[in-house]
C-alpha cells in the first residue's frame, strides 16, 4: 500500500515540501497550528513568493478545479497522526534572541504534540536545521511519549533548499542525505525518494550525528567562500587590485570553482548568518569551540562589509548623508525571494536612513516584507521612481531586473550619475558609456 505522508510545519520549508510529495505521487497532509496559513494554502496561495511553488500547489491541493486532490492541510495533530506513514518535521529553528545558539522550540513541540497521537507503526523525520545531538534526544522523547512505542521510529533527512531554487531542489535534489538507525527506516525513505534517486540523484546514509552535521557544514563552507572573496575585495582595494579579475582567474582551478566568488556586501537571509553562529555554540557545547574559531572571522567579515557600503556611499555624496537623496536598489536578501530576513541591502538602506539621509527602496517581490522591517524608510514601485532625484544609486540586490536596466533611461531622473555596485553583477563598461561614475567594492574607480 502507498505511504502516507504529513508534513509538520508549512512554512517556506513545509509548504515546499509537501507540494513536492504530492507532486511526487504521495498522499499528504500538511499540518501548521496557525489557521490563516492553513486557510491560505488550502485555497492554493502561499504566504511568500518562491518561483514555481503556487502552480505546485495548485496542482495538487484538494477542492481546486484541475487539481489531483492529493495534498490537504489540517490543525489537528490527532488527524496527523492517524493519517500518515512517514511525518516530516519541517518547523523552523531560529537563533534564541541574544544568543547564538539554536532555538529548538518549534521543533520540540511538533515531537511533544505529534508523539502521543502515534498510535501505530511510523517514522518522523526530521528535516530541520538542528544542532548536532538533537536527533538521539528526539528519539528518546518519542519513545516515551508515542503509544506505539518502538513501532515509531526517527530519521534525519536534512533540506537543502536554495531559496529561488526550492521547487526544483526538492524535486530533483543534488544529494539525498538520511541518517538512520535500522534497515527498515532506510527502506522507507527510499520509497519515498526512488523517483528522485531514479533520475540518479545519490543518496548518502548515516549515523544521526553525521546527518545533523552535514547542513551546517555546508553552509559553513559556502560562508567561509563568500566572506574569503570578500576579504580579498578588502586587499585588492588597499592594494590597486581588481577583484573581479582576482575571481575569476582563481575560480579556473577546478579545485576552487568558480561559484560564489562575486565579492559584494555579502550574505544573509535566514539560513546562513543564523546557521554558522548555532554551530560555533554548539561546537563549544561539545567541547570543541577551537575547531570553529574561523566562523567568527567569517561572521565578522560579513559584516563589516555592510558598514563599508555605507561608508562608500557616504563618501560618494561628499561626506555626509543629511539632505541627501539615495536610491537602493534591492530589499531581499537575494533575488527570485521575498525574503528580507538579515538582509544586507535592507541593513545598509537602513543605517543610511538613521545617517540622516532620505532614502527611497524599490525591490520586485520584496517591498511588503520591507515595509514591515523598516517603516519609517521610502518606497517607491519602480526602479525608475527609486532613482528620481538621487545622488547616488545603490544596487544591492542582484535582480534580473535590475542588471537589464537602461543606464540611458535612469540618467535622465537622477540628479547625479553616479553608481554604487554592492553586488559587482552590472556591466561596468555599458555604465560609464552612458555618462555615468560606476563603483563596484574591490575594483578599480576606471
Not at 62 to 76: D, M, N, Q, V, Y
Not at 224 to 252: Q, R
Not at 316 to 345: E, H, I, M, N
Amino acid at each position: 500500500m502507498a505511504l502516507k505522508i504529513t508534513v509538520i510545519g508549512t512554512g517556506y520549508l513545509g509548504a515546499t515540501h509537501a507540494a513536492a510529495m504530492a507532486e511526487l505521487g504521495f498522499e499528504v497532509l500538511g499540518l501548521d497550528i496557525v489557521p490563516e496559513k492553513i486557510e491560505m494554502l488550502s485555497a492554493g496561495r502561499v504566504p511568500m513568493y518562491e518561483p514555481g511553488l503556487e502552480e505546485l500547489l495548485k496542482a495538487h491541493v484538494a477542492g481546486i478545479e484541475g487539481s489531483t486532490g492529493r495534498l490537504r492541510f489540517t490543525t489537528s495533530y490527532a488527524e496527523a497522526g492517524a493519517f500518515g506513514d512517514v511525518h516530516f518535521i519541517c518547523v523552523n529553528t531560529p537563533q534564541k534572541h541574544g544568543e547564538y545558539a539554536c532555538d529548538m522550540s518549534y521543533v520540540d513541540a511538533a515531537v511533544e504534540s505529534l508523539a502521543p497521537c502515534l498510535e501505530r507503526a511510523a517514522l518522523v523525520v526530521g528535516k530541520s536545521t538542528v544542532p548536532v545531538g538533537s536527533a538521539d534526544r528526539l528519539a528518546q522523547r518519542l519513545a516515551e511519549l508515542a503509544p506505539a512505542g518502538d513501532e515509531v521510529e526517527l530519521a534525519w533527512n536534512p533540506e537543502f533548499l536554495r531559496e529561488g531554487f526550492a521547487v526544483q531542489d526538492t524535486l530533483h535534489p543534488d544529494r539525498i542525505v538520511v541518517g538512520v538507525r535500522s534497515e527498515h527506516a532506510e527502506k522507507v525513505l527510499r520509497e519515498v525518494y526512488a523517483t528522485p534517486m531514479a533520475e540518479g540523484s545519490p543518496l548518502v546514509v548515516t549515523d544521526f550525528p553525521t546527518s545533523e552535521l552535514v547542513k551546517t557544514a555546508a553552509n559553513s563552507f559556502l560562508a567561509t567562500k563568500i566572506s574569503f572573496i570578500n576579504a580579498m575585495a578588502e586587499v585588492c582595494e588597499a592594494a590597486g587590485g581588481d577583484v573581479a579579475k582576482l575571481a575569476e582567474a582563481i575560480g579556473h582551478d577546478d579545485r576552487i570553482g568558480a561559484k560564489f566568488l562575486r565579492a559584494g556586501i555579502g550574505f544573509g537571509g535566514g539560513c546562513l548568518p543564523k546557521d554558522i553562529r548555532a554551530f560555533m555554540a554548539r561546537a563549544g557545547e561539545l567541547g570543541a569551540d577551537q575547531a570553529l574559531t574561523f566562523l567568527r572571522e567569517v561572521d565578522s567579515i560579513n559584516m563589516r562589509r555592510r558598514g563599508h557600503m555605507v561608508e562608500l556611499a557616504r563618501d560618494a555624496v561628499g561626506g555626509a548623508f543629511l539632505g541627501k537623496r539615495v536610491a537602493v536598489l534591492g530589499a531581499t536578501f537575494k533575488p527570485d525571494s521575498d525574503d528580507v530576513r538579515d538582509s544586507p541591502a535592507l541593513n545598509v538602506a537602513g543605517q543610511i536612513h538613521l545617517q540622516g539621509g532620505q532614502v527611497t527602496v524599490y525591490d520586485p517581490k520584496g517591498m511588503d516584507n520591507a515595509r514591515r522591517v523598516f517603516p519609517t524608510l521610502g518606497y517607491a514601485d519602480s526602479a525608475v521612481e527609486a532613482a528620481r532625484g538621487a545622488d547616488v544609486v545603490l544596487h544591492l540586490t542582484e535582480w534580473r531586473e535590475f542588471r537589464e536596466l537602461d543606464p540611458a533611461a535612469l540618467a535622465e531622473v537622477v540628479s547625479r550619475r553616479l553608481i554604487l555596485d554592492g553586488r559587482n553583477a552590472l556591466d561596468a563598461t555599458t555604465w560609464r558609456s552612458a555618462g555615468w561614475t560606476y563603483r563596484a567594492m574591490g575594483r578599480p574607480r576606471a
